[in-house]
Structure formats: C-alpha cells, structure tokens
C-alpha cells in the first residue's frame, strides 16, 4: 500500500510531508526504542506515544516509510526539526495505538 493512501483511508494528521509514492512493507508499535531497533523493519510504519528527537534517530536508521504519533500526540520541536530535515514522514491520529494497529491490519498491513 502507498502511504498516501493509508493517509487518506486513517484520515492521519501531516505533520512533516510524506515522500512521493512510498511504499509501506508492514508495521509495528511499541514506545520501548531498543524493542523497535531490535524489531521494526525497512519500510515500516511505527505506531507510538514517544514525541521526542530520538524518535527520528531510530526511524532514520530503519529507514521507516513513516512514524504515527498516536493518542493526539504531537512532536516536540525538536522532533519536528530532524524529521524535516531528514525526510522522516510523521503523522498524527486522536485514535489509540491500539485502534491504528487494528485498522491497519484491516488494510491489509502485516505485522513486522
């Protein structure tokens, strides 16, 4: 699935701009950063509470297709800066990462 369209079918919050027609390969939620190191995958969306600057460290690393900031959450400044500048797509949802995880799995997104 693009991310544009998983965007579109969650209704998801643009916090920094997603790139053009990527493509995401599954998903994965946890908040635990050495948890989503060890798990998450190329590709992947992360689900996630966490708003502060490491979350762009490990999504740049795993070169993730976005991170979904979960429960309303927004980005510290800081966060929102790295992801700019290093073209890391961050969303935002009032739904529960439990809620996110459901539909995505609805869509057909597989777990990492």
Known sequence: MRLSQLIDELKLQ????????????GGYASDLLSD????????NVWITIQVHRNVAA???????????????????????????QEGICLLSTPLSTYEVAGRLYALGIAPA
């Open 58 to 84: 490990v999504a740049s690393y795993k070169d993730f297709a976005a991170v979904i900031l979960s429960g309303g959450r927004q980005p510290q400044d800081d966060l929102r800066d790295v992801a700019e």
């Open 36 to 43: 989503v190191l060890a798990n998450g995958e190329e590709g």
């Open 14 to 25: 643009v916090l920094t701009p997603p790139a053009p027609e990527a493509g995401v390969t």
